[in-house]
């Protein structure tokens, strides 16, 4: 009932820059918040960025100045645009919303997650 499709991954050197999108579909009510996690080779999953509603943005210490979290909620598009890249940035980027659907008379709420997109820095 809920689609979210990330594109922007790829490989690039370092100091370089790329730019993430994730588009979201489906029966959806609302959107609350939107965030990016990543998940380094053989480490766990950790929060980049993330829009919180009402509140504003916040970022990993390891990005702040180098990414910047965007939304366009009239395409229910969250972005996450990455520069001065580094080799430690290198991780599946995974796009995380908090949001609610419809169905029928009823209002769902819910997480859901992307299904992840590859970012590889070379050094």
């Known amino acids: 009932q809920v689609q979210l499709v990330e594109s922007g991954g790829g490989l690039v050197q370092a100091g370089g820059s790329l730019r993430l999108s994730c588009a979201v579909s489906g029966r959806i009510f609302s959107i609350n918040d939107m965030g990016w996690y990543r998940q380094p080779p053989g480490k766990q999953r950790e929060l980049v960025a993330a829009?919180?509603?009402?509140?504003?943005?916040n970022y990993a210490d390891s990005v702040k100045g180098r990414f910047t979290i965007s939304r366009d909620s009239a395409r229910n598009t969250v972005f996450l645009e990455m520069n001065s890249l580094k080799p430690e940035d290198t991780a599946v980027y995974y796009c995380?919303?908090?949001?609610?659907?419809?169905?029928?008379?009823?209002?769902?709420?819910?997480?859901?997650w992307g299904q992840g997109t590859q970012v590889t820095v070379s050094s």
């Open positions: 829009i919180i509603s009402g509140t504003g943005t």
């Open positions: 995380n919303v908090d949001l609610a659907i419809r169905e029928g008379l009823r209002i769902t709420r819910g997480v859901y």
